[in-house]
């Protein structure tokens, strides 16, 4: 029997509550897809940044499994690329017989690029992928050097700006026809699915597009969509974050240069990229159902991370450890999964793709990987005991911190080792408005949330366990686990 294709389309700091069965973003396309198939909407990424999410979608491992933790292609990165030996489960499809293409965003290593996995590359929008140059001296000047920066831009001139002296300008909306060329990237896949065989052998194709990362920059034809439409602000918008780490006012104060109305014309333009890349993915299906394709294909449409979209004042993603920046997109359909339109609660991360899309395919490995398949949930079978309890690894941006998190559907424990710690009850505070970690009353909670934090950092190779005096800051240490009890 011919094994089934399949098309991922991975879009760039899109919020898991942007696509069906939520109404936040008008998404016809998704609708589609989620009518002929199944919406996890308890989906999240292991880091709130591009690079080592990806590299957790394509391993099925953490950061400190797979060794990427924040932007490969900076000077002053912690990594370049994979560990070696880290195998991506798009090989194992290669040596089960597939084609495998890629178009648009890699960003999981810069040392190597898709081809050096086996794809295809279809289209990238920013030059060779791989072999860029491994030295501390990465010309990050270059903004500077070249005139990007005004010296004179420290008075506000159009709705939407942020004033930075002695930075790169920055507006956080606007418009665009086409701003980080993803038409292109979605057009070289249409191309390359209409000279696909529904006879020859199986195929992996990977879509990803740059959208709706930030700055919000649109077509006009889609903020005309939402011209008319009530925008409200998120309703953690207005906390003061007193009871939060430093870092995470310091972030929020560059926003609050923006007035309430940019506030929500960023949401607008925000909805307006999501409905941009709905359409985009939409040409996609209609090329493979052109095709006659559909029926073979498993579609899957998710998200590398989150974006804050104004909850506690904040855009983008970073290191405040809020929901809105790690619950992702997760919608498959088509293929061997009958018209459903399901919501499924069973919580799932972004390492759980690669073990699904593998038995989906019917590829057998022996590699550990920490992700589980979710097929069983697909078929509408009993999975067994599945835990609903997340786990995140942040080694922070370009700026660095350390940061660790537990949490589940009852309460979310975030360690910062660069500040003080977090603990929100999500059963009551969904918004995490109110911070209890300095609250004595809590004590036993965070004992028992450090203890799966790090039983988890033990199970999965994580070494932020130094024991010395400056670097041994959570409130309870891993030697109180069981394991190491006699």
Known sequence: MKRP?????MTDQQRGDMQPPYTKAIMPNLERLYRNGIAFTGSYCV???????????F????????????????????????YDGVRLFPEDLRDAGYHLYYSGKWHVSAEEGPADRGFEILYHPHGPYGKKPCRPDTDEWYWYRNGSVDQADTVKTHPGQIVRPGYTPYTQYGLHDDYFHDEDVTAAAVQKIRTLDADTEPFFMYVGTLGPHDPYFVPQKYLDLYKDA????????????????RLYNRTRKQYAQLSKEEHIESIRHYLAFCSYQDALFGSILDALEEKGLLETTYVLYTSDHGDYVG?????????PCFHEAYQICNIIGYGGIRSTQKADDHDLSITDFAPTILELAGVHTDRKMSGRSFVALLRGEDPGPWSNEHYTQSNGNEVYGIQRAVFNHKWKYVFNAFDDDELYDLENDPDEMVNHASDPAYASVIRE???????FAYDHSD?????YIMTALAPYGPGLLDVFRK
């Open 47 to 57: 880091a709130p940044h591009c690079c080592p999410s990806r590299a957790s979608f």
């Open 59 to 82: 391993s099925g491992l953490y950061p400190t499994e797979h060794g990427v933790w924040n932007n490969v292609e900076v000077s002053n990165t912690l990594s370049r690329g994979l």
């Open 311 to 319: 909850a506690h004042g904040l855009w983008a993603k970073g290191l």
């Open 463 to 467: 070494n932020c366990v130094n024991p």
């Open 449 to 455: 949330m450090c203890m799966k934090m790090w039983q």
């Open 230 to 245: 009530p925008i409200e602000l998120p309703a953690s918008f207005s906390d003061p974050m007193l009871d939060k780490p």
């Open 5 to 9: 294709n399949f098309l991922v389309f």
